[in-house]
């Protein structure tokens, strides 16, 4: 095999996840004819062990973070998304690819975002929140702000938030009564 490549010695072992999907082959070539050595085969092995384990873990971060994107459906146009806890970039970006995702591939109307439960209210906390309106935008979503708390509301003007082309409601249900739903509690 190694002779299409100018001779050699090869040694391979396949990468597995713990569900036994396999994901290719670890590889590794010496230029000169060689007889690996079983201590050296060993090692090959735990480093295809172990990059199995990094790639189930990889697998694993992932859902646990579109999982932290709790976007619920009230109708197929219309979607509310709590935000709670602090926002890294890491975060803020799973949460945008998600909610584009979802907007753009049920034509959503409206996107509710709920940020009473963000705790950091810093100019990065803006920022991620303009880039996140700006996008919706874009994709002919538009996104209703509420749950807005005084340190945000604080925090977003001195950011110079440009409020003018958003629509912000102090509650969810201002919010949902703004888009043309009624909330009656006798029913």
């Known amino acids: 095999m190694t002779d299409g490549l100018g001779g050699g010695t090869l040694l391979g072992v396949p990468i597995i996840s713990s569900d036994g999907t396999s994901y290719g082959t670890l590889c ?29 873990v990889d697998e694993e971060k992932q ?6 994107v709790p976007l619920v459906e009230i ?22 690819d998600h909610l584009l995702e979802v ?3 049920e034509s959503t109307e409206y996107v509710v975002l709920d940020i009473s439960g963000l705790v950091d209210g810093d100019k990065t906390m803006t920022v991620k929140l303009h880039h996140m ?7 002919g979503t538009e996104a209703i702000l509420t749950g807005v708390r005084p340190d945000q509301a604080v925090a ?8 003018q082309s958003i629509t912000i409601s102090a509650t969810l249900k201002d919010a949902m009564e703004h888009i043309g739903y009624r909330m009656d509690r006798d029913k």
């Open 156 to 163: 977003l003007h001195k950011q110079a938030f440009a409020t």
């Open 28 to 56: 590794a070539m010496d230029p000169k004819p060689r007889t690996f050595t079983r201590e050296e085969i060993q090692l090959f092995a735990i480093m295809g062990n172990l990059f199995g384990y990094v790639i189930d």
């Open 75 to 96: 109708d197929e146009k219309v979607w509310v998304l709590p935000l709670t806890g602090s926002i890294d970039e890491v975060r803020a970006q799973v949460i945008l």
């Open 133 to 139: 309106i700006s996008c919706l935008q874009l994709i």
């Open 63 to 68: 859902r646990t973070q579109h999982a932290a």
């Open 103 to 105: 907007c753009a591939g």
